[in-house]
């Protein structure tokens, strides 16, 4: 119990971990943002690449990215012991449709599983600061307003409704 009392305190006084879903080849660009992803909960979404964000350098996570619908069959693992940041990048599946992680322990796999699904709750365009809150958009509405912040357009460039989104 130990293990999990540590985690606990862990999440607790500095999680920070940001899953981006980016409408690009190289973790570039636009993206809807799990913002705050806590372990074993699955983000999901729909793009070529996925980038990890603001990962603690003294954590040690796995960090899998799935194809298939949601964390459905895994595409890509990453292990991060000491960097903040990975991009898993375009492979012979599809898309990437959900991402989760978990802290390295030798002990306790069993508690390895994906306990919930969350969507992503940010959409951020390709200037890196213009952000907007897209919580309770249905995913088909997420696709398209990432499709069009994918072209590289700027604040002016988005669809008047999302202004009184805009964080
Ligand atoms: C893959 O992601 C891109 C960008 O989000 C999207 O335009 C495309 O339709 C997706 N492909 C599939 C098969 O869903």
Known sequence: MHFSHYVLGLVASASAIDVYFHNSGDCSGAAAVCTNLNPNDCCTGNSPTLAYRGVPTNWHINAQGYSGGGCGSPKWLADL???????????????????????????????????????????????????YDIVGLDDAKVDELLAIAGSGVGPEGMPEELQVRRK
Do not use: H, Q
């Open 81 to 131: 012991n000491g960097r903040t940041w990975v991009c898993m990048t375009v492979n012979s599946r599809d898309n990437y449709t959900g991402s989760r992680y978990w802290f390295v322990s030798r002990r306790r796999a069993e508690e390895n599983t994906c306990k919930e699904s969350v969507k992503p709750d940010t959409l951020v365009l390709a200037d890196g600061i213009t952000k």
